[in-house]
């Protein structure tokens, strides 16, 4: 999907996409390069939109690796079924189902889940859900990756993650974001 289709979908529907611009290149590296691919057997993304972030742990995932990657906007949805790349399954599913899903593929739990989902614009109920399922649905010692546009739930992660919170910045972005790096 190129910038211009990205845009009108991401205008089309503002409250799933969060933003109207995909991720760039200096955000999708800060946030791939949080990754341990040595350790990480079963990734999990949440809201890959049009896959700029999902295509970079595809070039760098183990052969030994899956990616399970979850997108509930159906343009997006199809974008990333274009995608053929044998260790991606995409389930168009909400992320508060991670530990179905993984149950759903054989496995137990995540050694790493990658979250662009907008949780500012994702009512508190249901962002709530997805970050203590998420939490669950985590091995020991393994990380939870977001990023947003405002230090809105950095409160919240350091909640769920007892504390386990770092914080950065990436100013090469727009809109420019910050990525929170949560440990169980």
Do not use: W
Not at 96 to 115: P, R, T
Not at 129 to 157: C, E, G, H, P, W
């Amino acid at each position: 999907m190129d910038k211009l289709k990205f845009f009108r979908e991401a205008i089309r529907d503002i409250k799933t996409s969060g933003t109207i611009f995909p991720s760039s290149r200096f955000l999708t590296r800060r946030i791939v390069n949080t990754i341990d691919f040595s350790k990480a057997k079963v990734i999990v993304e949440f809201g890959p939109g049009n896959g700029i972030i999902t295509k970079e742990i595809l070039k760098r995932i183990p052969k030994d690796a899956i990616l399970i990657a979850f997108e509930i906007n159906d343009k997006f949805f199809q974008s990333l079924e274009k995608i053929k790349h044998s260790q991606l399954i995409i389930e168009k599913v909400s992320a508060e189902k991670v530990e179905s899903i993984l149950k759903k593929h054989g496995f137990d739990k995540a050694d790493c889940i990658i979250s662009s989902l907008p949780l500012t614009n994702i009512p508190t109920e249901i962002s709530d859900r997805i970050l203590d399922n998420s939490y669950k649905a985590m091995k020991k010692d393994t990380l939870f990756v977001q990023y947003q546009y405002s230090l809105t739930y950095y409160k919240k992660l350091k909640e769920v993650f007892n504390d386990q919170v770092k914080l950065s910045f990436e100013a090469f972005n727009i809109p420019p974001a910050f990525v929170y790096i949560a440990k169980k």
